[in-house]
Structure formats: C-alpha cells, structure tokens
C-alpha cells in the first residue's frame, strides 16, 4: 500500500505566499520523478513543476520564477513554495510520485489540496 499525503493548501490574498508539501509512504524501494500538477475548475489538469531523484526541475511557463520545488529523499517528501501568488493560480494541486515498488514501476497520485488566490 503506498499512500501519498498532501499539505499546506489554503485561502491566501493575491501577492501571497503558500508551502504545499506531499509525503509517501509505504513498500517502496525508491522514489524517481516528483511533481506538482492543478486542476482550476472548467479546466483540464496541467503539469506545474517537476523534479527528478537527482534534484533537476521543471516548470510550467505560467509559474517560473514564482514557484519552486524541491525534495527530501530521506523523508520522501516534495515540497512547492508559491510566492506571488495570483487568482489565475486558484486550482486543486496534486501531487505525484513516480517510484519503484515490490511489483515494479508505478505511480500515485495525491487526494488533491484547495489553493484559492483571492484578489
């Protein structure tokens, strides 16, 4: 069983700040690709950010410059600082786990966390 649990959504005014992070547990051998996904209501979900075991990231044109992300392999945890938050940002944020397991390769999903970016 391996569980992905996310934190750290909110209400925040425009221009603000919010920390979202995503733990996994479970039988897992390793950990390869995190990233950080939202869903805005209406619309399709899109990929925000990236990171790879070895600490390379990516990000969504839309929030360069505006959010990182970044990972600690020893508490298998990502984690995606937003600053300058703005409206447009408002989405359901799912995080991602791309990992090895007794089974073989898989990937999870988060249960989702509410950003609301009010203006």
């Known amino acids: 069983q391996v569980q992905l649990v996310e934190s750290g959504g909110g209400l925040v005014q425009a221009g603000g700040s919010l920390r979202l992070s995503c733990a996994v547990s479970g039988s897992i051998f390793s950990i390869n690709a995190m990233g950080w996904y939202r869903q805005a209501p209406g619309k399709q979900r899109e990929l925000v950010s990236t990171?790879?075991?070895?600490?390379?990231?990516n990000y969504a044109d839309s929030v360069k410059g505006r959010f990182t992300i970044s990972r600690d392999n020893a508490k298998n945890t990502v984690y995606l600082q937003m600053n300058s938050l703005k409206p447009e940002d408002t989405a359901v944020y799912y995080c991602?786990?791309?990992?090895?397991?007794?089974?073989?390769?898989?990937?999870?999903w988060g249960q989702g966390t509410q950003v609301t970016v009010s203006s």
């Open positions: 991602r786990a791309d990992f090895r397991a007794p089974w073989g390769p898989d990937e999870y």
């Open positions: 990171i790879t075991s070895g600490g390379s990231t």
